[in-house]
């Protein structure tokens, strides 16, 4: 079975209690209970993966790259704005992933406007709550099935 991997990353495990007016109140636990069910309707295993440390993000990349996972979902959080070295960790990896964000960012302070992270992914997802991570993983199952072929 082909597996991808969901990376959340800074305070994204504050789901649920944090800044509900804008994150809801679905927590990660059940936000990550429905997406390894989604993905799994679709023929894929999915492990989902939470840090607040940058350095840990990158690992799990990396650990990606070397299990073979096939494709990824990440919301890199404030390292979105931030992180080159995460950036640099997804062009070295080249597995195809898919940036998603539950706020639309655009409407959002303007320092969240620039992502490290939209030019080199599939596509980005934002503004649709945790939809958008079902959204992800749809359109990442389409990409790899059309770049496939």
């Known amino acids: 079975m082909n ?7 800074p305070n994204l495990n504050l789901l649920g209690q944090r800044e509900t007016n804008l994150y809801g109140t679905l927590s990660l636990a059940e936000l990550n209970e429905q997406l ?3 993905a799994d309707t679709l023929g894929y ?3 989902c993966v939470q840090s607040n440390s940058e350095g840990i ?8 790259f070397e299990s073979g996972v096939k494709g990824l979902i ?12 995460l950036r ?7 597995i195809p992933f898919v940036e998603i964000h539950l706020t639309q960012l655009a409407q959002r302070e303007h320092f969240r ?25 749809d359109a990442l199952h389409h990409h790899l ?5």
């Not at 404030?78 to 080159?84: W, Y």
């Open 36 to 38: 390894v069910e989604h």
């Open 113 to 137: 406007h620039t992502s490290y992270l939209s030019d080199i992914s599939v596509g980005s997802i934002m503004g649709f709550g945790p939809l958008g991570y079902k959204l992800g993983i």
């Open 45 to 47: 295993h999915c492990q």
């Open 3 to 9: 597996s991808l991997l969901v990376l959340h990353g």
């Open 145 to 149: 099935i059309h770049q496939e072929t």
């Open 74 to 85: 990440v919301n890199a959080g404030a390292f979105t704005h931030t992180s080159i070295a």
């Open 88 to 94: 640099d960790a997804l062009l070295a990896c080249s």
């Open 57 to 64: 993000c990158i690992d799990t990349v990396h650990q990606s």
